[in-house]
């Protein structure tokens, strides 16, 4: 297994990444969640296999373990599920040593790192990602939180895990359109941060496609030191370098959103943006077209779209515009948009002429 350390002084903490034997878990759960009272599985449906070996490792430790299902999808990311998942820790007796354990994607993720986030002003938690998605991005970096019904991610707290624990058989069970949507934010990596993991994901895609596990290792381990590196130094999202995480978000949301949310999985919409933020960066001169032939040319590859497909309703430019302003990205009716200048290397521009994103907003 790889370890990658997410730095951030008292509440650093190991990310582990490969094929792990059952009682490596153990090994490290002993190490990193010492003095656990319980262990509270919340699993995601669609997960359950994988969760009940975890919790047979975990009960090695501590024979006080217990599992809560969550149905699958965006939906449970409420305050229903939210206020029921309390309750269940009332009926457990948890109390501050019970240590909160996530199986499942990002839905998973973020509504069970809210609930350790809260239960009690806080508990231990343990990120156990199984989406490609999860694994490079939402497991790390502490952003927990649920949705309203009128927006997404309005409810929330920063809350870092004690450890994450990736093992990449999970993804064997994961659909191909899930896998695929992950890539997006692995490409988003190589654009606006390491132009040599751009390069190794070009001549690797034909690995990376059949998930082959060394490849597959080399690659959730780079995207989760990135993201570490970006997290430890902005952990609160205060500096404004967090922010570069948001590549292609701005126009991604706005296309999750009007296309109602469904229609594109995240990561096709990002690739979709990424595409509509690297074209808009090539007209104001900030990039060059042959690194977005790149960009386009590996998100193809990934199966990822870059268009706005016109199997759908079609979203029109200005209907764009407006609900990228709604994001909650824009600061002081600002459109703030991250944009490249070369491979690894993204700004954020401040005044960017609307009739411009307008000639890209279009698909
Ligand atoms: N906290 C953060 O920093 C952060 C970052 C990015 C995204 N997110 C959030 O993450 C969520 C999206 O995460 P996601 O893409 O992982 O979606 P998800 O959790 O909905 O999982 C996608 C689908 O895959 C299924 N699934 C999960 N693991 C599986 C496996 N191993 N085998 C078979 N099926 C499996 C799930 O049941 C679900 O149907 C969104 O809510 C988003 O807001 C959070
Ligand atoms: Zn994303």
Redesign the pocket.
């Known amino acids: 297994m790889r370890s990658i350390s997410v730095p951030l002084d008292s509440r650093a903490y190991p990310i582990h990444i490969g094929v792990p034997e059952a009682t490596e878990l153990c090994l490290a759960v002993h190490q990193y969640c010492s003095g656990a009272s319980s262990f509270i599985l919340i699993a995601?449906?669609?997960?359950l296999p994988?969760a009940q070996k975890i919790r047979e490792s975990l009960a090695v430790n501590v024979s006080n373990t217990a599992m809560v299902e969550i149905p699958?999808?965006?939906a449970s990311?409420s305050i229903e599920q939210l206020g029921r998942l309390w309750q269940q820790m009332a009926l457990l007796r948890a109390d501050r040593q019970a240590v909160i354990v996530a199986v499942?994607?990002?839905?998973?993720?973020?509504l069970a790192g809210f609930l350790a986030a809260s239960w009690n002003r806080g508990v231990r938690l343990l990120q156990v990602p199984?989406?490609l998605?999860?694994m490079v991005?939402?497991s790390v970096?502490g952003?927990?939180g649920i949705n309203l019904p009128q927006a997404?991610?309005v409810i929330g707290a920063f809350w870092q895990p004690s450890m994450v624990w990736i093992d990449l058989r999970?993804?064997d069970?994961?659909?191909e359109r899930?896998f695929k949507?992950?890539l997006a934010e692995v490409v988003k990596y190589g654009v606006i941060m390491d132009p040599d993991f751009f390069g190794w994901l070009e001549v690797n895609a034909k690995s990376i496609l059949d998930r082959d596990v060394q490849v597959l290792e080399y690659l959730v381990s780079r995207c989760c030191e990135l993201k570490a590196q970006v997290v430890s130094a902005d952990e609160h999202e205060t500096t404004g370098l967090r922010a570069i995480l948001n590549y292609g978000h701005t126009f991604g949301h706005a296309i999750e959103a009007l296309a109602q949310y469904g229609t594109y999985l995240?990561g096709e919409a990002i690739s979709i943006g990424m595409t509509m933020a690297g074209r808009l960066a090539v007209e104001l001169h900030r990039w060059t077209e042959q690194e977005l032939g790149r960009q386009t040319e590996l998100l193809e590859t990934f199966g990822l779209p870059t268009r706005l497909s016109n199997r759908h309703e079609p979203i029109s430019p200005e209907s764009m515009v407006q609900a990228m302003m709604l994001d909650k990205k824009t600061s002081h009716g600002q459109l703030r948009l991250i944009l490249p200048s070369r491979l690894g290397h993204v700004e954020t521009v401040k005044e960017v002429p609307i009739d411009a994103i307008l000639r890209h907003a279009d698909g």
Do not use: A, F, W
Request: net charge negative.
């Open positions: 995601d449906r669609n997960v994988i699958s999808g965006e990311k499942g994607g990002g839905v998973v993720g973020d199984t989406t998605l999860s991005d939402s970096g952003k927990t997404k991610n999970s993804l069970s994961l659909p899930e949507s992950g995240h």
